[in-house]
C-alpha cells in the first residue's frame, strides 16, 4: 500500500506564509505527478498546483507568482511554499499522486493525503 502524509497547516494573517509538505511512502517504484489541490466550504475540489516527476509545473491561476510547488523525488515529497495568502485561500489542501507500485508495470495509481486545513484570517 502507499501512503501519502501531508503537514504544515494552520492558522496565518493575510499576506503571511505556510509551507505544506506531502510525503508519499510504501511499495514505490516511481511517482510521475505529484500536486496539490484545496477544497473550501461549499465548493468543489480545485487543482492547485503540480509538479511533474521531470519538474514541469502548473498552476491555477489565482495563485500564480504567489505559491511554488517544488518536489524531492529521492524523499517522494512534494512541497507548497504559500506567500501573500489571502482570505480566500481558506481550505483543506489536500496532497494527489500518481504512482506506479513494485510489481505492477506500467499501471498507475492514484493517491490522496488525508487533507490538511490552511486558514487565512486576521
Known amino acids: 500500500q502507499v501512503q501519502l502524509v501531508e503537514s504544515g497547516g494552520g492558522l496565518v494573517q493575510p499576506g503571511g506564509s505556510l509551507r505544506l509538505s506531502c510525503a508519499a511512502s510504501?511499495?514505490?517504484?516511481?511517482?510521475?505527478?505529484m500536486g496539490w489541490y484545496r477544497q473550501a466550504p461549499g465548493k468543489q475540489r480545485e487543482l492547485v498546483a503540480v509538479?511533474?516527476?521531470?519538474?514541469?509545473?502548473n498552476y491555477t491561476d489565482s495563485v500564480k507568482g504567489r505559491f511554488t510547488i517544488s518536489r524531492d523525488n529521492a524523499k517522494n515529497t512534494v512541497y507548497l511554499q504559500m506567500n501573500s495568502l489571502k482570505p480566500e485561500d481558506t481550505a483543506v489542501y489536500y496532497c494527489?499522486?500518481?504512482?506506479?507500485?513494485?510489481?505492477?508495470?506500467?499501471?498507475?495509481?492514484?493517491?490522496w493525503g488525508q487533507g490538511t486545513q490552511v486558514t487565512v484570517s486576521s
Open positions: 510504501g511499495s514505490i517504484f516511481s511517482i510521475n505527478a
Open positions: 509538479i511533474i516527476s521531470g519538474g514541469s509545473t
Open positions: 494527489n499522486a500518481d504512482v506506479k507500485k513494485m510489481g505492477w508495470g506500467s499501471k498507475v495509481f492514484h493517491y
